[in-house]
């Protein structure tokens, strides 16, 4: 619903965001690294779970067909969309999916070292994305475009940390086009649900991000 005595309010804030000098808008505050570091654990967390019943469900359906395993890879690919949506500053997508990763590793994995490498190889798939839009457009068509981005740069670091290379090109066809799909379903667009629910109980209104999703209601 339209509410006229808000829109001056809205229009100030986009005004001075326009104008706002680019060094207020790309420079870390406090509050961003503690929240950053706070989603980067918590998605760390959420890694350990899946490591198991996403590794599972990787395993099954590739079994039915090699390649269809990617449908489970999204959720390992969630931090650096939470992280870009979020803070919606250079580097964020990059640093919470890094520190998951690293989060992931420390308390112990199945893939060891190598899950830091996918860390930086997910987060900066994602991390192009907010970039390539200037850091100004955090809608849900970004966050998916992120995903996608962070699956096709887990699909390419595996072609050498995997050996995948070695595969056959159906399978990495086909690997290619779910871990994609995946990403930007599980990592994008679930990603955008969680800030939009996150939003809404308050959490973020110190973000741009809380600020947004209210300007909505």
């Known amino acids: 619903m339209h509410n006229a005595s808000t829109t001056p309010s809205r229009e100030t804030d986009e005004h001075a965001a326009a104008v706002a000098p680019t060094g207020s ?3 870390w505050r406090v509050v961003d690294i503690v929240v950053a570091s706070v989603i980067g654990v918590a998605t760390g967390l959420v890694f350990l779970f899946w490591n198991n019943v996403g590794y599972a469900w990787f395993s099954a359906a590739d079994a039915v067909t090699p390649g269809l395993g990617g449908v489970a890879v999204g959720i390992w690919l969630i931090g650096g ?7 919606r500053k250079p580097g964020a997508a990059l640093y919470v999916e890094l520190l998951a990763a690293v989060v992931s590793a420390l308390v112990g994995n199945q893939w060891g070292i190598e899950t830091i490498y996918s860390g930086v190889a997910q987060g900066l798939g994602a991390e192009l994305v907010f970039a390539a ?3 100004k457009r955090f809608g ?3 966050a998916m475009l992120a995903g996608a981005a962070a699956g096709a740069a887990a699909w390419t670091l595996e072609l050498f940390l995997s050996a995948n290379l070695q595969k056959s090109a159906e399978f990495l066809g086909l690997y290619f086009a779910t871990v994609v799909i995946s ?6 667009l679930v990603g955008w649900l969680v800030v939009r629910a996150l939003a809404a109980t ?6 741009a991000a809380g600020r947004d999703a209210t300007e909505r209601v």
């Open 140 to 142: 849900v068509l970004q």
């Open 202 to 207: 308050g959490a973020l209104n110190r973000f």
């Open 25 to 27: 808008r790309t420079r």
């Open 133 to 135: 839009f200037g850091y």
């Open 183 to 188: 990403g930007a379903l599980l990592a994008g």
């Open 81 to 87: 969309v939470l992280g870009g949506l979020i803070i």
